[in-house]
């Protein structure tokens, strides 16, 4: 088992950067392929991206270019870099951790979650 806890949110104008980290601690990281998702006000939690263990990653078309996720087995923590914020990121983001995850994009595969942290983008 792995527990979760994601930092890092926050508001940010349009245009701007944040950086969220997803901080684990429990079983051994490495063996975790770490998935992203986010849920805004209304709508169902959808797929962001995520980083296998061997360090592939996948992300959603939206993000495709403006987000990226980064993983120090270390540290036992996996990063989300977004550039470019609008306000259709503002969600809240959470993290889960699966071991072999056969599709990246169902959240049904992450059996842990973290609590979520708040991204808010003010246009």
């Known amino acids: 088992q792995v527990q979760l806890v994601e930092s890092g949110g926050g508001l940010v104008q349009a245009g ?14 490495s063996v975790y392929d770490m998935g992203w998702f986010r849920q805004a006000p209304g709508k169902t939690r959808e797929f962001v991206g995520a980083i296998r263990r061997t360090g592939s990653t996948e992300y959603a078309d939206s993000v495709t270019g403006r987000f990226t996720i980064s993983r120090d087995n270390g540290k036992e923590t996996v990063s989300l870099q977004m ?11 959470y993290c889960a951790a699966g071991i072999f995850v056969r599709e990246l994009a169902g959240s049904d595969e992450y059996p842990y979650w973290g609590q979520g942290t ?6």
């Open 16 to 29: 701007g950067s944040l950086r969220l980290s997803c901080a684990a601690s429990g079983r051994t990281f």
């Open 83 to 93: 550039n470019s914020l609008n306000s259709e990121d503002t969600a809240v983001y």
């Open 118 to 123: 708040q991204v808010t983008v003010s246009s």
